[in-house]
C-alpha cells in the first residue's frame, strides 16, 4: 500500500512544481482526472436535485399561473369582444330605430303641414269664389247702373238734339230708337 501511496503521490507531483504550483492548466493534468471526474458528478447531481426539488417546480407553478393568466385574459378579452358586438349590434339597431322614427315622424309633420295647406288652400279658394261672386254681382249691377245710365243719358240727349234742330220729340219714339239701339 505504501507503493500505491507513492506512485499517487508522484503522480500528483508531476502536476506541481516544487514550490507547490500548478504547472500549466490543472484540469488538464491526467493525475487529477479521477478527482475532477468525482466532483464534477457530485457537483451535477447536487444541481440536478436543486434544480428537480426547488427552481423547477418554482418555474413550473410561474408558468402555469402566467398560462393561466393569458388564458383568463384571453377568456376576459373575447368576452369583451362579444359584448362590444353585442353593444355596436345594439346600436346600429337603436340608430335604425331612430332613423325610422324620425323618418315617420317627419311624415306626419309633411302630412299635417299637408292637410292645413288644403285646408288652408280651400278656404282661400271658399274666400276667393265668394269675392269672386261678389265682384261678378257688383259687376253686373254696375253694368245694370251703366246700361240704366246710358239709356237715360240717350234718351235726354236724343230728345235735345230734336229740340235743338226744331222739331218737337215724341218721348215714346225716342225710348223705342235708343232700346232699340242699346240692345244691339
Not at 5 to 19: D, F, G, K, Q, R
Not at 131 to 151: K, Y
Not at 163 to 175: F, S, W
Request: a negative charge.
Amino acid at each position: 500500500m505504501a507503493d500505491v501511496v507513492v506512485i499517487e503521490t508522484e503522480n500528483a507531483h508531476a502536476c506541481v512544481n516544487s514550490l507547490g504550483n500548478a504547472i500549466g492548466m490543472p484540469q488538464l493534468c491526467d493525475a487529477w482526472f479521477a478527482n475532477q471526474i468525482f466532483w464534477l458528478v457530485v457537483a451535477l447531481a447536487a444541481i440536478y436535485f436543486i434544480l428537480t426539488r426547488v427552481a423547477l417546480p418554482r418555474m413550473g407553478a410561474v408558468l402555469a399561473e402566467r398560462q393561466g393568466t393569458i388564458s383568463n385574459d384571453l377568456a376576459a378579452a373575447e368576452d369583451l369582444k362579444r359584448q362590444a358586438e353585442d353593444a355596436e349590434a345594439a346600436y346600429e339597431t337603436a340608430l335604425a330605430d331612430a332613423r325610422a322614427e324620425a323618418q315617420r315622424i317627419g311624415q306626419e309633420a309633411r302630412d299635417a303641414i299637408k292637410g292645413d295647406l288644403d285646408e288652408a288652400i280651400a278656404k282661400a279658394d271658399e274666400k276667393i269664389a265668394e269675392r269672386t261672386a261678389e265682384s261678378e254681382r257688383a259687376i253686373a249691377e254696375i253694368r245694370e247702373g251703366a246700361t240704366g245710365s246710358v239709356r237715360e243719358v240717350a234718351r235726354e240727349v236724343a230728345n235735345e238734339i230734336v229740340q235743338a234742330l226744331g222739331g218737337n220729340a215724341d218721348q215714346a219714339a225716342i225710348d223705342a230708337a235708343v232700346d232699340a239701339r242699346v240692345k244691339g
